[in-house]
């Protein structure tokens, strides 16, 4: 790269670079200081203290942590589960297909997504469109309480991770050498052991990187517990909340925060290392 | 998008001209008016805006921390009438942002319900005047409950299983399992919150939901059939549902007050006690009660309630005053215990 080359790249990144340290570096660093200071009535005071930080080691706000972690790997799971068979199928077929399923996984995302989850209440309530149709089929003959339970809120976290897996592993499906799971198969490798040896390792980064997408946002996402839970499944995110808006105790709101940072970061810090590692 | 940006620009458009209110306005100053969203109808802050000649700029908080917050980084100017929670008011009165008020100014000020004033934001009523109590209460659909519900401990009932939605603020929550332990809403005795948490824990299999918005669309679909709801709400459901039982709790009956206050520094306090008096008139009041679904805390304007709302704006006679409390605010320490009992309680729920 020439000098003068150089230099228009710095001033295209230079923007952006200062803008990424003034509104995201600076609120992490203050939201740290913030974490070692003492509560005082409703605000705070720079006395020292790691008493925050010993609180979330109480039992209850510890289960918080647990149950988050719980309701993201159950909601990771699933949408492995369900994302990587979709995109790796609809990458595989003729253009004209893949392309209509990958506009039709990202067209709902034009409406905002407390809107939609939403329209799942109308779904779920009791007497809604799913009680309805169960009962018309005989299934069931009372309406279920469906809505405001742990399904109910998986449900909601599948519907809005789904595209982030699906859109990953779609883009590296779609490059895959298809010829390359053809001479598999030619040299005597079943259906199972040529999907196993050829196509799962290539499209491996794809579906880690569909990891890291549907995990970070899953231990964050409480605003699904809370529309379609009941706000019975107590998430971090929610705890945070609680904390600063209702119980004023920011120092510990901003320790709860940087502990669930480091704890995503922990998460994707394993699976980047292993990626690098494959 | 281009329809919805259109939609967005007109509605700004009506936006600005309600507040302009029309040619004239504005020749006697300004009204700066602090408050949530909604808490007047808009008949009655034209009327003011014609009969005085003063212009009302109404802003919005979200959040009574947030006005707080507003208010101190004003250092008690910019804003002219503020009306909030009670227990906010307090911090505001013990951090030198409100001014007292000039009661020769409010001449109707013997209109507000004696029930209302003297309380522990302002025990002398120096400095509020009272707009809307909530007043903690059940409410219940008789047609799914076979047991009559009297009071608070009738929710722990084994009959109502999964089927009982609870507001989300651990204060009135947690206060309803002191109650039941015949304890005060604003013990700090960390021993009796505690207890109240373990109380709170068995009624876990019987909380369907935990929320603050719509609480009561809940109640009328019959998703719930018993809830612990805010005022408003209370109004909404009951306007919607006249089936629908409220039950003032035999335990006790905890409430809240919004009240106006004009602070430190105000630019025109002249024109928010212009305000003050304006709304205390007994049927402007009524109106904006009925509007804003709030327990009516002027007893000059409870007779000008209409019929329909009458019945849950107002305190029936025959209630047993003595026993109210209000919720107020009490130290860490048992702030903490409240929120960590809270948060086993919602553990617990399934």
């Known amino acids: 790269m020439t000098r003068k080359n150089q230099r228009t790249a710095t001033l295209a990144v230079l923007p952006m670079y200062l803008f990424s340290l003034v509104f995201v570096a600076g609120p992490l660093v203050y939201m740290l200081v913030l974490s070692f200071m003492t509560r005082d009535g409703f605000g705070f005071t720079n006395a020292f203290t790691l008493e925050n930080y010993r609180s979330i080691f109480n039992e209850v706000y510890f289960a918080t942590f647990l149950e988050s972690l719980k309701l993201a790997g159950i909601s990771t799971a699933a949408v492995i589960l369900f994302g990587y068979p979709f995109g790796l199928g609809a990458a595989l077929l003729p253009d004209r297909y893949a392309h209509f399923f990958r506009t039709a996984q990202m067209i709902p995302y034009f409406v905002n997504s407390l809107l939609r989850l939403c329209g799942w209440i109308i779904i779920f309530r009791a007497n809604g469109l799913l009680d309805k149709a169960l009962m018309a089929l005989g299934i ?44 598999a198969r030619d040299l005597g490798a079943g259906k199972i052991r040529a999907f196993l040896t050829v196509t799962l390792p290539l499209t491996l980064p794809g579906l880690k990187t569909g990891i890291i997408l549907t995990f970070i946002p899953s231990m964050g996402l409480f605003f699904i517990a809370s529309i379609l839970g009941g706000n019975k499944v107590v998430l971090i995110g929610s705890l945070i909340e609680e904390q600063l808006m209702r119980a004023h105790n920011q120092p510990f709101a901003a320790a709860l925060s940087v502990a669930l940072m480091l704890l995503t970061g922990v998460v994707c810090g394993l699976l980047m290392k292993k990626k690098r590692g494959a | ?84 929670d009670d227990y906010i008011i307090e911090t505001a009165i013990a951090e030198g942002l409100v001014q007292p008020l000039d009661k020769a100014k409010i001449p109707s000020i013997g209109n507000v319900n004696p029930l209302y004033q003297g309380q522990f934001y302002d025990p002398t009523d120096a400095y509020t005047v009272p707009y809307g109590a909530g007043v903690q209460t059940i409410v219940y659909n008789p047609a799914n409950v076979d047991a009559e519900i009297k009071g608070y401990a009738d929710l722990w009932d084994a009959g109502l299983a999964d089927s009982v939605g609870i507001i989300s603020n651990y204060r009135v929550i947690g206060g309803m399992a002191l109650k039941v332990l015949g304890k005060s809403y604003n013990t700090t005795e960390t021993a009796d919150i505690t207890a109240a948490g373990e109380k709170l824990n068995e009624l876990a299999p019987n909380i369907r939901l935990i929320k603050d918005d719509y609480i009561q669309d809940d109640l009328i679909s019959g998703e719930i059939d018993a809830a612990v709801m805010y005022t408003s709400q209370v109004t909404m459901a009951k306007m919607t549902d006249p089936s629908l039982e409220i039950v003032y709790p035999e335990e006790g009956i905890g409430f809240g007050i919004m009240a106006m206050f004009v602070p430190s520094k105000a630019p025109n306090a002249d024109a928010a006690h212009k305000f003050i008096e304006f709304i205390l008139d007994p049927e402007r009041g009524a109106k904006c009660y009925e509007y804003l679904g709030y327990y009516c805390t002027a007893t000059a304007s409870e007779e000008y309630i209409a019929e329909e709302y009458r019945g849950f704006l107002t305190l029936p006679a025959e209630l047993d005053r003595e026993d109210m409390e209000m919720i107020q605010n009490i130290t860490p320490e048992a702030d903490d215990a409240h929120i960590a009992a809270w948060n086993a309680f919602k553990g617990l729920c399934e």
């Open chain 1, 140 to 183: 069931t003959e009372e309406p279920l309480k469906f809505l405001y339970t742990y399904p109910a809120v998986v449900v909601g976290m599948i519907y809005v991770l789904l595209p982030f897996m699906f859109l990953s592993v779609y883009q590296v499906a779609e490059k895959l050498d298809l010829t390359l799971v053809e001479a």
């Open chain 2, 1 to 84: 998008m281009k329809k919805l940006a259109l939609v967005l620009a007109s509605l700004m458009l009506a936006g600005s001209l309600t507040a302009c209110g029309g040619s004239g306005a504005g020749k006697n100053g300004t009204l700066n008016l602090f408050t949530w969203e909604g808490m007047f109808p808009e008949e009655v802050l034209a009327e003011f805006e014609e009969t005085t000649g003063i212009d009302i700029n109404y802003v919005n908080f979200d959040y009574d921390e947030t006005m707080l917050m507003k208010l101190q980084a004003a250092e008690g100017g910019d804003y002219d009438l503020v009306i909030a």
